[in-house]
T-cell receptor, first 115, second 112 residues
Framework: AQSVTQLGSHVSVSEGALVLLRCNYS??????LFWYVQYPNQGLQLLLKYTSAATLVKGINGFEAEFKKSETSFHLTKPSAHMSDAAEYFC?????????????FGAGTRLAVHP | NAGVTQTPKFQVLKTGQSMTLQCAQD?????MYWYRQDPGMGLRLIYY???????DKGEVPNGYNVSRLNKREFSLRLESAAPSQTSVYFC???????????FGPGTRLTVT
């Protein structure tokens, strides 16, 4: 069954530094992958999605992710961190089950950005 | 267009009390979902509804019931709250033609 693993529950970067949040997936079929962001005391907002089109996916707020089948990875990056990027980030994969599809989430990575 | 709305935003219950969490969406989506979020565990699916009139169990359904009242509304009921149900609850919806889910702002529930 499809699943995702996020490496690192906490990541801390300096403002202006590269952001790299890691996600590896497990899937026996071509996966549909997502990154969501959760700002403090808010719901989840979709950052970007991979649905088997271009392997480099651009999202909102300057984030992008690259689908690498050989590495079963879908890491999230941003060239230059901003203080407003501090949030929790979730990688997710669609699991197809019994005719329905469900989003399966990773445990999340909390990003801290310091001056 | 409010998207997905949830009420209440906060709730404190005593063990054994019951309550219903409300969710509504105005995007004409067929599918709706209830998740709970606990530290270090991401979001886990409690129940989902693929269309009006249908509901199915997710990963962690024990202690919960749901009602898909109509296409817009999907409620989650705790019949006898337990401290283990202290969590943040999110409702989400999805259009049939898309895999993207839209989330509400959440309900923070504490059971003492």
């Amino acid at each position: 069954a499809q699943s995702v693993t996020q490496l690192g529950s906490h990541v801390s970067v300096s403002e202006g530094a590269l952001v790299l949040l890691r996600c590896n997936y497990s899937s026996s079929v071509p996966p549909y992958l997502f990154w969501y962001v959760q700002y403090p005391n808010q719901g989840l907002q979709l950052l970007l999605k991979y649905t088997s089109a271009a392997t480099l996916v651009k999202g909102i707020n300057g984030f992008e992710a690259e689908f690498k089948k050989s590495e079963t990875s879908f890491h999230l990056t941003k060239p230059s961190a901003h203080m407003s990027d501090a949030a929790e980030y979730f990688c997710a994969v669609i699991r197809f089950s019994g005719g329905y599809n469900k989003l399966i989430f990773g445990a999340g990575t909390r990003l801290a950005v310091h001056p | 267009n409010a998207g997905v709305t949830q009420t209440p935003k906060f709730q404190v219950l005593k063990t054994g009390q019951s309550m219903t969490l409300q969710c509504a969406q105005d995007m004409n989506h067929n599918s709706m979902y209830w998740y709970r979020q606990d530290p270090g565990m991401g979001l886990r699916l409690i129940y989902y509804s693929a269309s009006e009139g249908t509901t199915d169990k997710g990963e962690v359904p024990n202690g919960y019931n749901v009602s898909r009242l109509n296409k817009r509304e999907f409620s989650l009921r705790l019949e006898s709250a337990a401290p283990s149900q202290t969590s943040v609850y999110f409702c989400a919806s999805r259009a049939t033609s898309s895999y993207e889910q839209y989330f509400g702002p959440g309900t923070r529930l504490t059971v003492t």
